[in-house]
């Protein structure tokens, strides 16, 4: 299986233009053949994972046919906003924050090291905004009016979420940008993969900029909630709070992703990367302790700013404590521990409870925290068809990177014609 | 009504804020050390 | 075309242009009368409200809800619960026991002088017109930002439906436009509402209080909270007895995404420029090329 892979692209440095098209039938041909499954089908995870989401797109029927009530979806009119947007969404877009901040450190301060997992990495976030912020499609009540932002029927350019729509469109246009290069390679066009290569220093300065904005943006959806969430969360610095937290939300991502990559196509990554990979990560899990030391000390700050001290002691102050030391501390020290004795299960293990803590942190501002006041017995829980359809697009996703992963050279060394000039 | 008009120092927090960057600033030098701390290689 | 006419229509076009869309940040609505027109809203005396849902059913013909029954013996019962308006209705009555007894409250959109709806929304759905009233319209998504962005909890959505909406209260913009009063304004048989210009009806407010301070608390809620409201009502009790927040501020509502907003451009312009300084800074020089070529292609070839 590998072989075969492994061959499409050992042909391409000899011919002149890669696999190439002369007629429209071969490139139809190449994408047929490409879009056909390789190895096994019969897998434990696809024998899991394929129910799954065949259910949950049973069910995205069911909720464009009827809408967002009950029993589809458990929102209300006290709580607008549930897992969807919540974790889909928000927290979706958090994770794929690992992209922007390695493009920074790649292309921006030129740290070599990490150069390895950037295609990975890029593919990752692309797709994160693909699907996840594709589902917010499904829990916008009006969604054949989606496209009304952008062609300026009408142009809401005082809402936020104004700003945040476009950012979501034009940094995934960005990521295509910058992932591209693997794709022209993939279908061996040279001229185009040049074109594609100068273009990404461009794509990643826009990148960076659109990521810096709308990472804090999702933050300052939440300002004009002022009177609902909880003062130990509401700051106005909320957007900055989103930012920071948005750093070390998506470099345990790309530990995450990155490990559990590493072990299942590890054939396609030869023995010597395999060494410089644990580098990457004990450097991943340092920038992941320092910018979590950071926010922990601005959370702090924060709940002092906003007077807000008092409510310590009470059941929400405690939920408070809860996910700043249990989730924001702890995970804090085991990343700096486990960099300093190169411990890479400590390190996974940090960045999978800063993971929860982050997705804590997200479902606070949109429904835990939020209208804290309403007892709990009326408090928005998701229904278990929100649950298997965010399921259902997860695995979706996996499905996708998956695809792409064994077919474009994105853990795997580009072929040769491409290498002579990067950057 | 009465409370929208009470005095209100909303500058009562800078004192325990700059505090806390005077202990930031002690805990930093102690977290810099042990993040740059390797053990083994 | 004569000179004037052209001056007139040329004058109107640049006036919409900079009034209309693009260029008019949520500010301007605090001028409140940019076209000469005044805010209109309405004033709620809740001591003369006498909880007869006259105004919610004549709401629910006016928009074309379903018709509640207001029997007394309904009435009575339907009271007996807090109450909220709903999908189906713009406007309830709640009643409240206080220390100077029975209390009905009308309870609907507030009408804010800067709505946070509006200034949440992406397509300009929820709009606050120049007369005040602040409208929904179908060009709307359904992100519900509205209503979470709304300090009373006013927009209502309808879950149920595949082609949903946002229902709130309109102030009867479509009556307005007609010179009609709102529907619930000329169903009230107590004069528990009445209907004008905001400036009039603060007026009128003042001087009922003034007239029989004993009456009333002397507070007109709206007048400043969130930045002021065209809905403006006159309490006996202190306005938390009944079901009003006390602690939402006298603080506009778009204000508060104002510190994000405007630090935009200015990312816009200083990032990019400093990350291509850094990128530039961080590039090796000449004689350090050939060494790093060098080392990349020996990393490609494995
Ligand atoms: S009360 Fe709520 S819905 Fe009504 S104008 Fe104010 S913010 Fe908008
Ligand atoms: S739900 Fe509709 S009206 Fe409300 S903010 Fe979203 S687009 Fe605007």
New binding site residues.
Partial sequence: MAGEKLNLVDVVPEKQEGPSFKRISDFIDFIKKELKPRGNIATPFNLISLPIMLLGYVLIVLRLAYGLGQPITNLNQQYPWGLWIGFDVVTGVAFAGGAYVLCFIVYILRVEKYHAIIRATVLNGFLAYLFYAGAIVLDIGRWWNIYNPMIGNDFGVNAVMFLVAWHFFLYMLAELVEFSPAIAEWLGLRRLRKILGIMTLGAVVFGITLSTLHQSGLGALMMMAKSKIHPLWYTEFIPILYFVSSIFAGLSMVIFEGSITHKVFSYQVDASHHEHYNDILVGLARICSVAMFGYFFLKVLLVVHEHAVQYINSPMGYWWLFEVIGFILVPCFLFASGAQQRNMAMIKFAAIITMVGIILNRLNYTFLAYNWYVPLSEKYWPSWIELIITASIILTEVWAFRWMVNRMPVLKAPPAWAVEKEH | MDELFTYYDMFASKGPEYLIIIGFFIVIVAFWTFVNMSTER | MDRRTFLKIFGSGVAGATTGNLLSPGRSFAKGDLSGQEFNGILVDTTRCIGCRRCEKACAEVNGLPIPDISESKNEDVLKEPRNTSDTQYTVITKYETEKGTIFVPKR????NQ????AACLVKA?K?RPTGH?TWDSNCIGCRL?MI???????KFEYNKAMPRIQ??NLCYERFKKGELPGCVEACPTGALMSGSRRQILEEGKRRISDNPDKYVDHIYGEYE?GG?S?LYLSAVPFEQIGFRKDLGTVA?PEYSTGFLFAVPFIFVLWPLAMLGINRATKKSKEDEGHHEEHHNEKGKH
């Fill in positions: 959109c507030m009408h804010c709505p946070g709806c509006a929820m606050k602040v509205c962005s709304c300090p009373f909890d006013i927009p709130k209260c969130v409201t809905h509502y």
